[in-house]
């Protein structure tokens, strides 16, 4: 039986996105890092070395898992062999979080390599919240949804993301993971202000925060995870810990990603800015 000494719960602090090449050097090295973020997906198996490795990252490092195949916003039926893998990977596990992307990915059978934006609407929070409630009645515990990045809008929307991200939190019962970067990325390309954004969010529904970098694409800012987070989405960071208070930060890089040591300043720099935020709130307690 999987021993749970290391924690079920995040930490107050900057934890990393653990991706494969860095695999051997953290089961090694058992490096100082407050957490790891893993993706679900790639450990629904049954057995065999990727799952004996999270295993044994679980045994000394709290852990969360973070999805982005179970599609919470689409309107067809839930992929119900997804979720009991989902399961099965959380039972063993017994991460200190899990999270998924409140977007949609699949149509019918067909699935798609990237997380949509909804339309914001009554029937869309309606569609999401279920989803969203059945899958924390079969895992039995609360997930977080994140915020993701967007490059479209819908012309039926009647309401800003902000207040959508709301309602199904408070609909469904579930945690926000909010994606800073995502919304500086979004902010840009739509045209609205981001901490207009973070302002409009309950720091109770806040269980995570993310942090990545982009890469500019003409117009847009894209949301690519291959670079340093940016000085402008380090200053959002700075407002929303003001306003959200101190939480649990991950440090996302996914593409052309550097040296374990290099994730460990980023991580430091989240570190940083998390321990002022919170020595400021026991002052002022």
């Given at each position: 039986m999987?021993?749970l ?5 995040l930490p107050?602090?900057a ?6 090449p860095?695999?051997?050097q953290?089961?090694?090295g ?16 049954a ?8 295993q044994?990252i679980?045994e ?5 898992l973070h999805?982005v195949g ?5 309107v067809?039926m839930?992929?119900e062999?997804?979720l009991?893998?989902?399961a099965a990977?959380?039972e ?9 992307h409140?977007?949609?990915?699949s149509a019918?059978?067909?699935?798609f390599n990237d997380l949509?934006?909804l339309?914001y ?5 309606q ?6 409630s059945r899958v ?5 515990r609360?997930i977080l949804?994140e915020?993701?990045s967007?490059?479209?809008?819908f012309a039926d929307s009647t309401?800003?993301e ?6 199904v939190?408070?609909?469904?019962g579930?945690?926000?993971l909010?994606?800073?970067?995502n919304?500086y ?6 045209g609205f202000?981001?901490k207009?954004y973070?302002?409009?969010?309950p720091a109770?529904?806040v ?11 003409d117009d847009f800012l894209i949301d ?6 940016h000085?402008p989405?380090?200053d ?8 959200l208070?101190p939480?649990p ?5 996914d593409?052309?990603?550097?040296s374990l040591a290099v994730l460990?300043?980023e991580?430091?720099k989240?570190?940083?800015q998390?321990q002022?935020?919170?020595?400021g ?5």
């Amino acid at each position: 039986m999987l021993s749970l000494s290391p924690s079920t719960t995040l930490p107050l602090a900057a934890g990393i996105g653990l991706r494969a090449p860095h695999h051997a050097q953290v089961l090694a090295g058992r490096p100082a890092v407050a957490w790891w973020e893993v993706h679900s997906e790639n450990f629904f198996t049954a057995g065999g070395a990727p799952l004996a490795f999270l295993q044994a990252i679980r045994e000394a490092y709290p852990v969360s898992l973070h999805g982005v195949g179970l599609s919470l916003g689409a309107v067809d039926m839930l992929f119900e062999a997804h979720l009991e893998k989902l399961a099965a990977l959380v039972e063993r596990i017994q991460p200190a979080a899990v999270s998924e992307h409140l977007c949609w990915s699949s149509a019918g059978a067909q699935h798609f390599n990237d997380l949509l934006p909804l339309p914001y609407t009554e029937a869309a929070i309606q569609q999401a919240s279920a989803r969203i409630s059945r899958v924390q009645d079969r895992l039995q515990r609360q997930i977080l949804v994140e915020n993701v990045s967007s490059y479209l809008t819908f012309a039926d929307s009647t309401m800003c993301e902000w207040d959508f991200l709301v309602a199904v939190a408070a609909r469904s019962g579930c945690g926000i993971l909010l994606d800073i970067n995502n919304i500086y990325v979004s902010a840009s390309n739509h045209g609205f202000a981001a901490k207009t954004y973070i302002d409009a969010i309950p720091a109770a529904l806040v269980g995570e925060m993310h942090l990545a970098g982009f890469d500019h694409c003409d117009d847009f800012l894209i949301d690519t995870h291959g670079q340093p987070v940016h000085a402008p989405v380090w200053d959002l960071y700075a407002y929303a810990l003001e306003r959200l208070g101190p939480k649990p930060t991950l440090i996302e890089w996914d593409a052309d990603i550097p040296s374990l040591a290099v994730l460990q300043g980023e991580a430091a720099k989240a570190d940083r800015q998390l321990q002022r935020v919170e020595a400021g709130h026991v002052r002022a307690a």
